[in-house]
């Protein structure tokens, strides 16, 4: 009732069942809101280490690279129903930030330099923004890489980047000689500064300040095609993204089912009220729109939908995954009563992780905006 699998094409095709039953037992033995609970409040990046090398054990860091690149090669949409089961178990593992974005920006740039690092497992992330969330080449990049006599100088700041805590390596949107470029930068090189801050969920993000010496071959990618590329592997996050939303929202409702079984009240269960019983159906019918919506994105993916086709995808799904993963948040909330607040019970811990998701790489409030000023129906289409 609450599986991706029926709402996904790909999810039914062998291979990637397979991968998908091999992350659910690897997941059943990690006992997933435990390990959030334990870890949330940690100084250090251990517990996210940790859970990226059990996500590495299964291949989950790999799945999505293609097999002449030494990965799995399922398809990338295969990101999202992957993300659906770590949302549902409340997973610790930072699959989103360590894995889908540099993976994806790998593939959209070909680079198999990325992709081996990411086989012989490096944790990379993606540092790009540098305010407010808006698209690659919206806004310009003040991040600079120079050229003296000692190499390459990158100098600048990158805000609210996500899993550099845990990374061995760091991609980084700059601008060089008037055109874009990523640089690779390990994170413990000499003039690079890290502050994370903490959020709701306990993850955190990042401000780093960047004053370091490159060589050549650390720029792993220049000109007119970095752009297009950041961008597509943001709309396969956005995709991945709403998965997991999907995974926890899907747990929280029936979280709340239970207890409106359990609970009693006048000598019945509260879940015989009628009352209860149309809000639940109603919550249920927004999870189920989300879900179909989540599936017809993947199964875009997978058909090598067009760049902005796949972007309205994208934006579409994000947005109703947000909204529907908050409504179900806080419905269950209202509906568990006090219990819902309380720390020791997992109802909170999902909603709150539901919180830092919807806003990352845009809130459902700017997709839906985005939504609007693009073109979705050129060159194929949305179906």
């Known amino acids: 009732m609450f599986s991706l699998t029926e709402a996904s094409a790909l999810a039914r095709e062998p291979e990637v069942a397979a991968a998908l039953d091999a992350v659910d037992r690897y997941l059943a033995g990690t006992s997933g809101p435990a390990r959030f609970r334990a870890a949330r409040n940690s100084p250090d990046a251990v517990p996210d280490r940790e859970a990226y090398a059990g996500l590495a054990e299964v291949g989950v860091t790999s799945a999505i690279v293609p097999e002449e690149m030494g990965g799995s090669g399922l398809a990338p949409g295969a990101a999202a129903l992957i993300a659906e089961r770590l949302g549902r178990a409340l997973a610790r593992e930072p699959f989103i930030e360590n894995v889908v974005l540099p993976v994806g920006l790998g593939l959209a740039l070909s680079s198999r330099s990325l992709m081996d690092a990411i086989t012989k497992g490096e944790i990379l992330c993606v540092a790009w923004q540098e305010g407010p969330f808006a698209r690659p080449g919206v806004t310009p990049v003040a991040t600079r890489l120079e050229r003296d006599g000692r190499g390459l100088r990158l100098s600048g700041r990158k805000r609210f980047v996500m899993g550099a805590r845990a990374s061995s390596g760091m991609l980084v949107l700059a601008e060089i000689e008037g055109s874009h470029a990523i640089a690779s930068v390990p994170p413990a090189t000499a003039g690079v500064a890290r502050q994370d801050k903490s959020l709701a969920d306990g993850t955190c993000w990042s401000d780093i300040d960047f004053d370091v010496w490159l060589k050549e071959r650390d720029v792993i990618a220049r000109g007119d095609e970095v752009v297009p590329a950041l961008s597509s ?61 989540i599936g017809e994105a993947v199964d ?43 720390d020791e019970y997992d109802l909170g811990l999902y909603v709150k992780r539901i919180l ?23 060159d194929g289409g949305m179906t």
């Open 233 to 293: 592997a943001i709309d396969l996050a956005n995709i991945a993204i709403a998965g997991m939303l999907y995974g926890l929202q899907s747990r929280i409702l029936e979280l709340t089912l239970e207890y409106l079984g359990t609970r009693v009240q006048f000598d019945q269960p509260i879940g015989s009220f009628q009352a209860l019983q149309h809000r639940a159906v109603d919550l249920y019918t927004h999870a189920q729109i989300a879900r179909f919506l």
């Open 300 to 342: 875009s993916a997978v058909r090598g939908a067009p760049a902005h086709v796949l972007e309205a995808y994208a934006s579409r799904t994000k947005a109703r995954a947000s909204d529907s993963g908050q409504r179900i948040a806080k419905e269950g909330i209202q509906m568990h009563g006090g219990i819902g607040y309380s």
């Open 356 to 378: 830092v998701l919807s806003a990352w790489l845009g809130n459902a409030d700017w997709h839906r905006r985005h939504l609007a000023a693009i073109d979705p129906l050129g």
